[in-house]
């Protein structure tokens, strides 16, 4: 058996590498210095042929670039009118920003359970959390797998519930043939660095019901209008002229980041056959040890994994996840932990959330470990976290 880094052995590779990161290429450069070098920075053609380009890769009717993924929540959460009073149905295994837009419209996050197997919002959890002030469902492609999008829609049509998917970890995947983005009331995206494709910062929402793009319109820029259509004190004085109609925010993206999304948008069917071949390879390696549990698919998702995940079945092994995780960090493997719930921080306790309210999600969470994915590894790296997996569990095997 080799000796684990930790305990003085050799580590599986010289150089550390992460769980996740971007991939730019001289062409994304290109793309951004031609933007530098023009007229506009921002509020540019770059920021339009971004919208363009989303509504035509997921087949949305409209599309509205904004500053970043928490961003693009708080204009869908706008957008579907949440306001005090109401409650949000969502899922604790997420990052906090999928919770923290109910509550900048003054709403209440409910969180819903997770299916035991596939880690994503469970639709009869949702059926047992809806009151008539519930508003919206906040769905989460958990690690880039669809959420059950025929269950959720049945749930929000009976209910009249807005359905908001947050795809942050989604784009690039397909339910039942169609691509993310074109399937919820409102899907937002986000293009940090650690997602499938990057702006440095981004994010988008879209939508096909016009009257939701019209909200996200004002909502991502003040609240102000140049459209004598939408002004209600049309005819105006002059060219100068623009209203404020509704209270917004600056939530615009650059033209030099949307020119580096459009950029990578031109690879996004690269790196979502590069993610999937090294999924292929993880769940070869990985199957057929007892030690780890994987995690499952349901079968309309045509999954663009954006984080993998490992669980760790901790009855087979000698060891607890903290040091597994530092085994592995020892190894040169850095890997992370998504996600703490959401409930779980001092912040949220502090509104009255209590430990236990999603006894599945904290169960998982107990066991999980995303290990490195993301297409620029190379195959050594692939083959270098595999035998890191397989040296540690083998040191803790029971
Ligand atoms: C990254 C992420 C966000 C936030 O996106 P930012 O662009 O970082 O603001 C929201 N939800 C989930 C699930 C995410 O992973």
């Known amino acids: 058996m080799e000796k684990l880094a930790l305990n003085g052995g050799y580590p599986v590779r010289a150089g550390k590498i992460y769980y996740g990161r971007q991939w ?43 500053s970043n993924g928490t961003a693009a929540l708080h204009c869908a959460c706008l957008a579907a009118g949440i306001g005090p009073g109401d409650e949000v149905i969502t899922t604790p295994l997420t990052f906090a920003a999928s919770a923290n837009c109910i509550l900048y419209c003054g709403a209440k996050p409910v969180f819903a359970d997770v299916c035991p197997d596939t880690y994503n919002i469970d639709p009869d959890s949702i059926r047992a959390h809806i009151t008539d002030r519930t508003k919206a469902v906040i769905a989460v492609d958990f690690s880039g797998q669809a959420v ?48 499938t494709i990057t702006g440095g910062e981004g994010g988008a929402v879209l939508t096909n019901r016009e009257e939701l793009y019209r909200k996200l319109v004002l909502a991502h820029t003040h609240g102000i209008t140049h459209s004598e259509a939408l002004m209600e004190e049309a005819p105006h004085e002059g060219p100068w002229y623009y209203e404020q109609i509704a209270l917004g925010y600056n939530y615009r993206i650059t033209d030099f ?48 994994r954006h984080l993998y995940l490992i669980r760790l079945n901790l009855e087979k092994l000698r060891c607890s996840r903290r ?58 790296d692939v083959s270098d976290v595999i035998h890191a997996v397989k040296k540690v569990v083998e040191n803790y095997r029971r």
Request: contains cysteine; proline residues 5%.
């Open 257 to 304: 980041q949307a020119a580096l999304i459009v950029s990578q948008m031109k690879k996004l069917d690269r790196f979502v056959s590069g993610r999937k071949e090294i999924v292929t390879k993880y769940e070869e390696a990985f199957s057929n040890m007892p030690e780890i549990i994987l995690q499952k698919e349901i079968p309309e998702s045509d999954t663009c």
């Open 148 to 195: 059950s999008h025929k269950e959720i829609r049945e749930i929000c049509e009976k209910f009249n519930l807005i359905f908001i998917e947050d795809a942050a970890h989604g784009i690039g995947t397909k339910y039942d043939g169609a691509p993310i983005g074109s399937l919820a009331d409102l899907t937002t995206f986000s293009f940090h660095p650690v997602k």
């Open 24 to 66: 730019i290429e001289e062409d994304d450069i290109e793309a951004v210095a031609e933007v530098l070098r023009s007229s506009f920075i921002t509020c540019g053609p770059k920021v339009e042929e971004m919208e363009r380009t989303l509504e035509a890769y997921t087949g949305a009717k409209y599309a509205v670039a904004v």
């Open 323 to 380: 040091e597994f995780f530092d085994a592995m960090a020892g190894e040169n493997v850095q890997c992370q932990i998504h996600y703490v719930p959401v409930y779980w921080f001092p912040y949220y306790r502090k509104l009255g959330y209590e430990l236990g309210l999603c006894p599945r999600a904290e169960e998982i969470y107990k066991g999980i470990m995303s290990i490195p994915l993301y297409p620029a590894m190379t195959d050594q």
